[in-house]
């Protein structure tokens, strides 16, 4: 887990993960070198967390980021992008390519019902079309447990997700101090109906806390 200078969008009514954040350069740059020390590349394969997209990360952090891939013999490397900033891509990409590092670059489109999405969410992708929206990213990320989903609708969601993207992580919603909050309900029909038939699924993790990958 990594800090940066947070998310420069800051319109999800569910997210709050702006407050991890700072405009020290050198300070976010200390936080992070601990944390890339940690890194021992027994795997080959590294994934870079931090509240915000890659591009809210410091050069110094991504030079230090670049710096443990070659030490470490990092052969794949994960990111996350807003889909505001999907044109930074590529040329991401073509800077971890010169090290020989492929990039497999994330976005959190948490539904593809584009009206919840925008409306009650405000998420911020003017996209509506699911293979548009997949052009740019390898991987997505979904977002359960909100008033009025359903489970025909987190069924769905699912299923698109499987169709254009190679990876899908499902993250169910908890408590938190953003103005749209969870709805136990919700939750309690994904534990029940969805769960059991997805939680072995190979391209799919599911997140019932925010912390379940160990960060956060």
Wanted: proline fraction near 3%; aromatic fraction near 8%.
């Amino acid at each position: 887990m990594l800090r940066g200078r947070g998310c420069r969008y800051r319109g999800c009514r569910f997210c709050d993960y702006h407050q991890d954040a700072s405009d020290d350069e050198a300070e976010n740059l200390r936080i992070n070198r601990e944390t890339l020390d940690k890194v021992s590349g027994c795997f080959s394969h590294l994934e870079i967390v931090n509240s915000g997209s890659f591009c809210e990360l410091d050069e110094s952090s991504m030079q230090a980021i670049v710096d443990v891939c070659q030490k470490r013999e990092i052969k794949l490397i994960h990111f996350e992008c807003h889909w505001l900033y999907r044109r930074h891509i590529p040329a991401l990409r073509k800077r971890f390519a010169e090290i020989g590092v492929q990039v497999k670059m994330k976005i959190g489109v948490e539904t593809f019902d584009a009206e919840y999405r925008e409306k009650t969410m405000r998420k911020g992708i003017r996209e509506t079309s699911p293979a548009l929206i997949a052009k740019d990213f390898d991987e997505c990320c979904l977002l359960f447990g909100l008033p009025g989903q359903t489970v025909d609708s987190m069924k769905n969601d699912i299923e698109t997700a499987l169709r254009h993207f190679e990876r899908v992580c499902v993250n169910i919603m908890v408590e938190n101090t953003a103005p749209l909050q969870p709805s136990s309900q919700c939750r309690r029909l994904f534990i029940e109906e969805i769960y059991p038939i997805y939680k072995e699924h190979p391209r799919l993790d599911i997140l019932l806390h925010n912390t379940d990958f160990g960060v956060g």
